[in-house]
């Protein structure tokens, strides 16, 4: 993933973890031991993720979803 990250941003892509927990991946690991996670999201310093206002921004949001596409290109592949 953070290679696609890379190619699709075209900078380097970093591993963070920050913020809450999310109770449905537990659940989902109980119930799907041997499944590996990934958990992304796509905000921004003005996302206000989880507030009154929260927002996206629209391009960040569009790289996000080619990232992904673009792991799953590269998970598929034979090559």
Known sequence: MLSAMSDTWGAPAVT????GSIPAVGILKKLYPQADMLITGAEDPHSRAHGANE???LANFENAIVAEALLLARLNSTD
Not at 16 to 19: K, N, T, V
């Open 16 to 19: 963070m973890g920050i913020g």
């Open 55 to 57: 927002s996206i921004h």
